[in-house]
């Protein structure tokens, strides 16, 4: 399942704990992410069924990503369609996650 940026979100920890249905291991990745983006997550904001999915949405994709309000906004499947390719947000997606750029050329194609 690729996210809007190229992203795989079923490759994403907190997709897998979720859908894994393991509180324990949700809480584990709340942990893992409040040391690797030096905020305060809580499990409740760890729980995902993927940024395209209907269902829940983790705390940052429900309403920090300004990718998928983006993409939702004009309606794109993925960025790549997008005339603004690749705008600020999403450079830092795809320096960052080389992988999500592999994604997205091959939905291009």
Same mark, same amino acid.
């Given at each position: ?5 190229? +992203? $795989? @979100? ?5 997709y897998?704990?979720? *859908? ?10 709340a942990?893992?992410?409040?040391? *690797?983006? /030096?905020? $305060?997550?809580?499990?409740? /904001?760890?729980?995902?069924?993927? @940024?395209?999915?209907?269902g &829940?949405?983790?705390? /940052? @994709? ?27 947000? +999403? ?13 997205? $050329?091959?939905?291009? &194609?």
């Open positions: 399942m690729i996210a809007y940026c190229g +992203l $795989d @979100c079923s490759k994403c920890y907190g897998l704990a979720t *859908q894994a249905n393991d509180d324990k291991q949700i809480a584990e990745v942990i893992k992410w409040s040391a *690797q983006f /030096h905020s $305060d997550v809580k499990p409740e /904001h760890v729980i995902c069924d993927g @940024c395209k999915a209907d &829940r949405k983790s705390f /940052h @994709c429900a309403t920090l990503c300004k990718i998928r309000k983006c993409c939702i906004d004009k309606q794109y499947d993925t960025c790549i369609v997008c005339n603004s390719f690749a705008c600020s947000d +999403l450079k830092f997606v795809l320096d960052n996650a080389p992988e999500a750029k592999e994604n997205l $050329d091959k939905l291009k &194609r």
